[in-house]
């Protein structure tokens, strides 16, 4: 995952950026937002991450005090976790490789060894680490946790409830390359791929970003880069949470 993707396949991606807005979650929210309530969490000690302290998510109607808990917790071991990944030569040495998306302006870096590795929402072993440039160098932004392969929305776990919405890219297109698999662009009106290259399919992912973004900490990317949600929800776009970390 170091080299780009294909000039066609960069064009592809230039054009769509333009059509449909930046991919970044740093972008205006474009999503229908949620009225939030501040609750309490009752069910342990409050995370808290070195250097910036407490993390404490506001709730919303029907996320128990479990739920929250569970979302705030992986929230803090996430910030802490990426700290190991600070540059992407540092997740080149650990096995991640990019998949040439870094002209979005949010580049992912896989470790495809991580894909059936039983490890589930592990800050030590996330499926994929964004970067982005900031301050003049690419630096870690959030992890991207992915349920096995061939997993389904029926398969996501119980994190933070409706604070933690899932997401899949049904639409995107990879090279085949087991070692390293690039975008090559998306689908056709058909729904296929190109010779040589396959759908990314419809394995569940969950980002989890470690600054600070409009529409919280778990919010998905927007244009090209979105996905999609399960049938029937709106995307989440968190305001309330958007100051944390």
């Not at 969490?41 to 808990?69: D, F, M, R, Y």
């Not at 010779?195 to 969950?206: C, D, E, I, R, V």
Request: proline share 8%; with cysteine; charged share 15%.
């Amino acid at each position: 995952m170091g080299a780009r993707v294909t000039s066609f396949a960069a064009l592809t991606l230039v054009l769509l950026t333009a059509a449909c807005g930046s991919s970044s979650p740093h972008a205006a929210p474009k999503a229908t937002t949620t009225p939030r309530k501040r609750a309490t969490t009752t069910t342990g000690a409050t995370p808290t991450v070195p250097g910036i302290g407490p993390i404490k998510l506001a709730s919303e109607t029907g996320v128990s005090p479990v739920q929250l808990h569970r979302a705030e917790t992986l929230l803090a071991t996430t910030i802490v976790g990426l700290k190991r990944f600070a540059s992407p030569a540092q997740a080149y040495a650990a096995g991640y490789r990019t998949i040439g998306d870094s002209i979005t302006g949010d580049e992912h870096y896989v470790n495809w060894s991580y894909a059936n590795d039983g490890h589930i929402l592990d800050p030590a072993r996330p499926e994929s680490i964004v970067y982005e440039w900031r301050n003049g160098k690419q630096t870690a932004v959030a992890a991207m946790y992915a349920l096995p392969l061939g997993s389904s929305f029926a398969d996501v776990p119980d994190v933070g409830g409706s604070l933690t919405q899932w997401h899949v890219h049904r639409d995107l297109c990879l090279t085949n390359d087991p070692q390293q698999r690039l975008v090559s662009g998306l689908t056709t009106e058909s729904g296929g791929c190109p010779p040589g290259t396959s759908k990314a399919g419809n394995t569940p992912m969950l980002h989890v970003w470690n600054i600070r973004t409009p529409c919280g900490p778990f919010s998905a990317l927007e244009g090209v880069g979105a996905g999609q949600v399960p049938e029937g929800e709106t995307r989440n776009c968190d305001t309330t949470n958007a100051s944390v970390p």
